[in-house]
């Protein structure tokens, strides 16, 4: 069975980069037609899809989102990662990694998730 595990600092300073990694076992991020995704939860709201890569490294972007995010991969690692340029105390969340049957789907496997606060 698949398994996600983000890691990443939990405190990040306003303007700064947020950068979490999501690391798979279990299978492989190649496989087809699975997509890895990024998905947040700010405190007292709902689930927000950042964006994704796929099995073949294409990328999908939340259009609300898109300046400001990057997604690559490391396929030597089977990992994944997320940045987030710009940061203010808005995004702070919940972050969790998923695999997921389409770039803006969220039902799937997800990580456990990890919390990450701007903050100065």
């Known amino acids: 069975q698949v398994q996600l595990q983000e890691s990443g600092p939990g405190l990040v300073k306003p303007s700064q980069t947020l950068s979490l990694t999501c690391t798979v076992s279990?299978?492989?991020?190649?496989?087809?037609?699975?997509?890895w995704s990024w998905i947040r939860q700010p405190p007292g709201k709902g689930l927000e899809w950042m964006g994704a890569i796929a099995y073949d490294g294409s990328t999908y972007y939340s259009p609300s989102l898109k300046s400001h995010t990057s997604i690559s991969r490391d396929t030597s690692k089977n990992q994944f990662s997320l940045q987030l340029s710009s940061v203010t105390p808005e995004d702070t969340a919940v972050y969790y990694c998923?695999?997921?049957?389409?770039?803006?789907?969220?039902?799937?496997?997800w990580g456990q998730g990890t919390q990450v606060t701007v903050s100065s």
């Open positions: 279990g299978g492989s991020i190649t496989t087809s037609y699975y997509y």
């Open positions: 998923a695999r997921v049957r389409g770039p803006g789907a969220i039902e799937g496997y």
